[in-house]
């Protein structure tokens, strides 16, 4: 018979519905009951494509006996990390403050006023590696719950007392300037990997916002090193195996060093994110490589992500059926040479040599994972579309790993402005249009008559969860790129409106911080807040770089003075861990650069002259530079109020900090005035 969870519109509650554990969802009710029953509350924590999760969920939740002991000694409260990241930041941080290190599944049991006293991960069905197993971990927290509830109280309140007093401190409100900007390079400098691009040691993960910082550093500097470890990082990431050679898109990181072997999810943020990367380094370098690799993740979202509604899922998972019934990690994207010779006969060895399989294999029990290896010799272009076009063919016959289907708001910003962007540069409106669709879903589902964000949606039926501040600030950036390409204002009014919410409901009035909740949202036992980008932008800097960019849309003192005040926590941050403030750095530079205003003025109607204006404005790398088109005394953008055309034809203006260059109907000058 289904649990609680039956009722719920998550994918990853949903997948547990059956489970004989009596799960409920987060809720008051839970908390209630546990307090009448007198026990504690085992909380567990994941996500739709989290490999160890449905592990566990296999090992232990699905198992009777273990399920009876959770339901007779706890309440048992499922939550989905993906549509309540608040609960999840507030009981990670007390994972991590307590073991020094955290992930999924995340396991904490907690006092029924809320109040986490143990807390783990993964625990195995029986003990091993020196972990114990699950049931013994039961059995321990129910014994310690009957036998020193005193003991436990204390430490519980401890815990709480020791989270209040973590406060975000940073140097006042000064944005960070060149110095600060200078000693981050110099930062990612040290921790680069020469060898295999990239920063640090396995696990390595693709550095999105890192790169997007590198880009406009460069950009605003000229530092040859900055676009050199984003160009080379790039291309390592595009030519290993973390990079779907045949459908494109990338997995959520590497297990290694060398990016042979991924971590198979595909998220809807990496792909955002880096499909907008590679669009940018086409943009500063003209580099086939990120040409390809951005219009073929733009086309793995919308061929595999987008939802029927026009949004788009979440994530694709790890594991899916090997062929025999069992899931395995990755059975969807490894090959072993016998089966390049059924796809492909006599062409087998030549894809061998190409992809890099061997007999021994990359991955396991001898298959290999697809890559591009550095190697002599020329290879038949038109031959290896032909060997790509029947492998994909070929794996499109396998199971396809499982999709998690809901639309969260914060990724779908992210997307939308990847799309948006990288259609406007390639000259593929199809791109444009899937942008506009996913921002269409989100003003027509997700927002509510006050503009108040929804965080998630699914099948068309919007979620309960109240948006976070990166929802708010992702899908402002998505609107406002929209709004640069398609010269339609109403994207800039809705991202203004998202933003009256940053500013009202999460933002200090006294330091500048920012909260990753509303004022009015739920009470947890902390209001989370965290500035760091890990793998999306922190809901901090996404608000940040939103409102900066609106500001330089309208003119807003209000929206710029609370952009340089959040930057504050840059300045602190980006010169001693700037791999974890990769979009707070972008933003700064935008902020150092101006950013650059840009008004393209046209005829009615447009024409070829405007056409090549904006497309010169949008292709220009100034960090940050916002780009407003329409006709002379349009409304649709307050960049374009007093910009009348010159001698009749279309014409740019670019002004930053106050002063404007001299109009011109010159591409050409036009981009010269843009810094390239």
Not at 23 to 28: A, E
Not at 146 to 165: H, N, P, S, T, Y
Not at 326 to 340: D, N, R, S
Request: charged share 25%; aromatic share 8%.
């Amino acid at each position: 018979m289904p649990n609680r969870l039956a009722h719920e519109t998550s994918p990853y509650l949903l997948q547990h519905a059956d489970n004989p554990v009596d799960w409920w969802p987060w809720s008051g009710e839970a908390f209630h009951e546990a307090r009448r029953r007198g026990v504690p509350v085992l909380l567990s924590v994941g996500y739709s494509s989290c490999h160890w999760c449905h592990v566990l969920a296999r090992e232990s939740f699905e198992d009777e006996t273990t399920a009876a002991f959770m339901n007779e000694h706890f309440v048992s409260v499922k939550v989905d990390r993906e549509e309540r990241p608040d609960v999840d930041a507030v009981y990670m941080e007390a994972v991590q403050a307590a073991t020094g290190q955290g992930g999924w599944p995340m396991t904490v049991f907690l006092t029924p006023d809320a109040e986490p006293f143990y807390f783990g991960t993964y625990f195995p069905p029986a003990p091993r590696h020196g972990m114990p197993s699950f049931r013994q971990v039961l059995e321990g927290v129910r014994s310690a719950w009957a036998d020193r509830r005193d003991e436990v109280a204390e430490v519980a309140g401890k815990i709480v007392r020791d989270l209040a007093q973590r406060e975000i401190s940073h140097q006042g409100t000064r944005p960070p300037g060149e110095q600060e900007l200078a000693q981050a390079l110099l930062g990612l400098t040290r921790e680069y990997d020469p060898q295999r691009g990239g920063f640090g040691g396995a696990p390595k993960f693709p550095p999105s916002m890192v790169i997007e910082f590198l880009l406009r550093h460069h950009a605003r500097t000229g530092a040859d090193g900055a676009l050199q470890m984003a160009a080379d990082t790039c291309e390592r990431m595009a030519r290993g195996g973390l990079y779907d050679q045949l459908g494109g898109g990338f997995a959520r990181y590497s297990v290694d060093r060398d990016w042979v072997v991924p971590h198979f999810e595909k998220m809807l943020y990496d792909n955002a994110l880096l499909c907008r990367a590679y669009a940018h380094l086409w943009r500063a370098t003209g580099s086939a490589l990120a040409r390809r690799v951005a219009l073929e993740t733009a086309d793995f979202m919308v061929r595999e992500l987008r939802t029927a509604e026009g949004g788009f899922a979440s994530a694709l998972d790890a594991d899916s059926d090997d062929g025999t019934g069992k899931h395995v990690e990755g059975a969807y994207y490894v090959w072993t040479p016998a089966q390049f010779e059924e796809v492909l006969g006599d062409d087998a060895d030549l894809a061998a040599r190409y992809f890099g399989v061997t007999p021994e294999g990359t991955f396991e029990h001898g298959q290999s994972v697809l890559q591009l290896p550095q190697q002599e010799g020329v290879f038949d272009a038109e031959k290896i579309e032909s060997v790509k076009r029947r492998l994909f063919a070929k794996r499109a016959e396998r199971p396809a790993p499982g999709r998690d289907d809901k639309v969260v708001a914060a990724w779908n910003g992210l997307a939308v402005a990847a799309l948006a962007e990288t259609g406007a540069y390639f000259d593929r409106p199809d791109l444009v249009e899937a942008a506009v669709g996913a921002a269409d879903l989100l003003v027509r589902l997700h927002l509510d008559d006050h503009a108040r964000l929804a965080r998630t949606s699914r099948d068309g039926h919007v979620g309960a969860n109240a948006g976070v501040l990166e929802d708010y600030g992702d899908v402002a950036e998505g609107f406002l790129a929209l709004a640069s390409v398609t010269g339609e204002g109403v994207w800039l009014d809705f991202a203004g409106l998202l933003l009256d919410h940053v500013l009202a409901r999460f933002a200090d009035g006294e330091t500048g911080a920012l909260y990753d909740t509303a004022s009015d949202a739920e009470r947890l036992i902390r209001r989370p807040q965290d500035p760091t980008d890990n793998a999306t932008p922190s809901g901090w800097s996404a608000a940040a770089g939103a409102l900066l960019g609106y500001a330089a849309h309208t003119g807003s003192e209000l929206h710029r003075t609370a952009a340089e005040r959040a930057l504050g926590v840059v300045g602190t941050l980006g010169p001693r861990v700037p791999r974890f403030v990769g979009w707070g750095l972008a933003v700064a530079e935008a902020l150092l650069d101006g950013p650059r205003e840009i008004a393209i003025v046209g005829p009615a109607g447009g024409g070829r002259d405007t056409t090549a204006l904006h497309r010169t404005a949008l292709l220009g790398t100034a960090p940050g530079a916002v780009v407003a088109v329409g006709t002379p005394g349009s409304d649709e953008f307050p960049l374009l109020a007093d910009r009348p055309l010159v001698g009749g034809a279309a014409t740019a203006y670019v002004c930053r900090d106050f002063t404007c260059d001299a109009p011109t109907t010159d591409p050409e000058r036009l981009k010269a005035a843009l810094g390239d």
